[in-house]
């Protein structure tokens, strides 16, 4: 018997979904066929939101009444104009990361010394998703500055997992995993630059897509993404795999602003022909130790798409278990000044100092904020010559494109176990490797749900292609929902 419980076994859904479980596609027919309006479909939110935020608090700052009066813009657009013609999200609600600017919301980054910082105007990609017509209902929690898989801070507090309220929903678009996955927004707006979406998207059980490097542009984005060369970006977490391509495709392309986006063409997963995909399997192997309920899922998941034609690999790579160091070692690279300079601002700060005022509940900081710029802190001080990782890091890239090419996906655990409770992810601060290895190669990655463990807790798979081939892998995983059921409503 198999410890994994699919989507499908746990709860099908009606042939008729709710408004708070249908796809945005299918919220989009609706609202275009006028057998909903923007207005009901913000409303049933709105409602949702004010009923399981207080449990979440996964929403810290909303915009209810500007979003209605842009619902009700919406319906007169939709009762009035030619239907061929209308913005491709057009009444759909959403959320936006609190890292992302958005016109008189906050952008704190959950760091004291910007706190009241007001955005006055919007992100680059927020002004896309309002272009295409999306109502943003608000902005949502993040860890304190990004960096940590624990959604918390001391201006706006902890968020919780939707599926367990003792788990963390993951970081840093934490606020955002929880509320896509409690129903409350049908997607929302997340970043990425070491496990930032998939994470969370694992943890609460609903799509979350890593764009390729360089294809979204993270102007005007907190934390900076200066010299990144990509390996932050900004995508989408929503219910299904469907819906990631529209949202990518009005927030995608160069804005002469950000140096590391460049246009690339987005292909169509529809055309991709799934005999003729190469599947990969993650070899395991290295200090990180994964949960077999998660090796269950991606072995699962290999069969799924080996039953529709694909053809199963071997995958090899010098330095793929070392993921985490080659991460850091790049980070570390492209920004020396680090996370304290996020975190501290301009006056910096004495780690010892608040180090020796955490226990007495005086820090200006969390713990995992803490421990992290120490670890940083100690890095600095080591031997190090960063530039001999990078070179591993090219060989190790150059490697996984030679063997992936246009026609390769990878199957990889999104974390080493399904969301551990509030604050014990701090004893394995290196399982992250599961993912960001695959920010500073830029590749392009899915989570997809796969099912639930023997507690009910959500487990999930990557989807991972080289650079430039989003398509690859939103096929697979679509594949994947398919067999398995994909995202089910927490909460209800």
């Not at 707006?189 to 490097?213: E, M, N, Y």
């Not at 200006?364 to 001999?388: A, C, K, Y």
Request: proline residues 7%; neutral net charge; contains cysteine.
């Amino acid at each position: 018997m198999h410890a994994l419980q699919t989507a499908k076994q746990k709860l099908p859904l009606s042939e008729t979904p709710s408004l708070l479980d249908a796809s945005v596609t299918e919220l989009v027919s609706r609202l275009r066929a006028r057998t909903l309006t923007s207005r009901e479909l913000v409303d049933a939110h709105i409602a949702r939101i004010e009923e399981v935020n207080p449990r979440l608090n996964a929403l810290v700052v909303d915009r209810f009444a500007d979003a209605r009066r842009e619902a009700d813009r919406a319906d007169e657009i939709l009762d009035s104009a030619d239907h061929t013609e209308l913005p491709p999200l057009l009444g759909i609600p959403c959320s936006i990361k609190e890292f992302l600017a958005m016109k008189g919301m906050p952008q704190t980054g959950g760091v004291l010394h910007r706190k009241g910082v007001i955005a006055d105007h919007d992100s680059v990609v927020v002004s896309r998703i309002r272009k295409a017509g999306a109502i943003p209902l608000g902005v949502t929690n993040v860890p304190e500055g990004g960096l940590w898989m624990e959604t918390h801070n001391l201006i706006w507090g902890r968020t919780s997992n939707p599926w367990d309220l003792s788990r963390t929903s993951g970081g840093s678009s934490g606020g955002e995993g929880a509320l896509v996955g409690a129903g409350a927004t049908p997607f929302g707006i997340g970043s990425d630059i070491g496990g930032s979406i998939r994470i969370p998207a694992a943890f609460c059980g609903t799509v979350g897509h890593k764009p390729s490097a360089g294809l979204v542009p993270n102007t005007d984005h907190f934390p900076a993404a200066k010299d990144s060369h990509g390996y932050m970006v900004i995508g989408p977490l929503c219910r299904r795999v469907g819906d990631v391509m529209p949202i990518l495709r009005a927030i995608a392309g160069p804005d002469g602003q950000d140096p590391a986006c460049q246009s690339m063409p987005m292909r169509d997963p529809g055309t991709v022909q799934i005999p003729s995909l190469r599947i990969f399997l993650w070899p395991g192997g290295g200090a990180l130790k994964v949960r077999p309920v998660m090796r269950e899922a991606v072995d699962l998941c290999a069969a799924a798409l080996r039953s529709e034609g694909a053809r199963e690999r071997t995958l090899s790579g010098h330095d793929l278990e070392n993921g985490f160091v080659l991460w850091m070692s790049a980070l570390q690279a492209a920004n020396p000044d680090g996370y304290e300079s996020v975190v501290a601002g301009e006056g910096g700060m004495s780690i010892l100092r608040e180090l020796l005022l955490y226990p007495l509940g005086r820090s200006s900081f969390v713990l995992p904020t803490l421990v992290t710029m120490l670890s940083e802190s100690l890095v600095r001080r080591l031997p190090i010559g960063f530039s001999s990782f990078l070179a591993r890091l090219d060989r190790l890239r150059d490697e996984l494109d030679a063997q992936l090419g246009d026609d390769g996906v990878i199957l990889h655990p999104p974390y080493s176990r399904p969301a551990p409770r509030h604050k014990l992810a701090l004893l394995t601060p290196f399982d992250a490797e599961c993912t960001a290895l695959f920010n500073v190669l830029g590749y392009a990655v899915t989570v997809v749900p796969v099912g639930f463990d023997e507690e009910g807790i959500p487990v999930a798979v990557q989807v991972i292609a080289r650079r430039g081939n989003d398509h690859l892998t939103l096929a697979a995983a679509a594949v994947i929902e398919r067999h398995f059921g994909g995202w089910r409503r927490a909460m209800s």
